[in-house]
């Protein structure tokens, strides 16, 4: 082990811009909290995420024609491609399995689905709000890979 | 059968099973979600010994149709869940 392996992995201070966006992004999603599915606003504070994602796909792929990286695309080097691979996927899978067990297995009080647990958990708007900006982090993340 | 004594031959044992409860459920759902938490810190952590989810996605990301798969099952997680 070198002396660069020994160092803390995440050194680096978050830039202003990114302090910035932080806090819109909470701003944005303590809003969309507030609102109610099946109402306007709620498909408003919804769709205008998706929109702008699409929009910085969209201009990804065509800068990809012009061989540039494109808008919001990271820079940095890849992430590592050593080490284990079945951590990860055997985790997701016992989540996706227990949820496949649940959905079909009633009733729902006994055997809670992802959706009937965010139910639960969206009856307080600030649970709202954290798992909207968790799904905004989510599509930032899938945008700048 | 002579003497009218029949054999148990089913255990007591094979019978249902005790019911699921919704805190077992909950339990469960929480016990999966600290596994992929911990193997997720894991790859952050010890990057060189675990393939970190985003490391994993990055060669599906990079073709085209899978990375608009991906989008859209992110727009439609957000669709059902904070809209409809």
Do not use: C
């Not at chain 1, 695309?73 to 067990?101: H, I, K, Q």
């Amino acid at each position: 082990m070198t002396v660069a392996d020994r160092r803390p992995v995440a050194t680096r201070r978050p830039s202003p811009a990114t302090v910035v966006l932080l806090l819109v992004a909470a701003a944005y999603a303590g809003w969309a909290a507030t609102t109610t599915p099946f109402t306007f606003e709620g498909d408003v504070a919804t769709a205008i995420p998706l929109v702008v994602l699409a929009a910085a796909v969209l201009a990804q792929w065509l800068a990809r024609d012009r061989g540039v990286p494109g808008p919001l695309r990271r820079l940095d080097p890849p992430a590592s491609t050593t080490g284990a691979v079945w951590p990860v996927p055997a985790a997701l899978g016992g989540l996706l399995g227990w949820e496949l067990y649940n959905y079909f297995s009633l009733p729902r009080a006994l055997h809670p689905t992802v959706s009937s647990l965010y139910d639960a958990a969206a009856g307080a708007t600030a649970w709202k709000a954290v798992i909207f900006l968790a799904w905004l982090a989510l599509g930032w993340a899938l945008v700048r890979r | 059968m002579e003497g009218g004594h029949l054999p148990r031959l089913v255990s007591a044992r094979l019978g249902p099973g005790a019911p699921v409860t919704r805190t077992d459920s909950l339990a469960l759902w929480a016990v999966l979600a600290a596994l992929f938490v911990a193997a997720e810190t894991l790859a952050h952590v010890r990057a060189h010994r675990v393939r970190s989810i985003g490391s994993l996605a990055a060669p599906l990301l990079a073709r085209t149709p899978w990375r608009i798969a991906i989008l859209l099952g992110w727009m439609w997680l957000g669709w059902h869940f904070f809209a409809r």
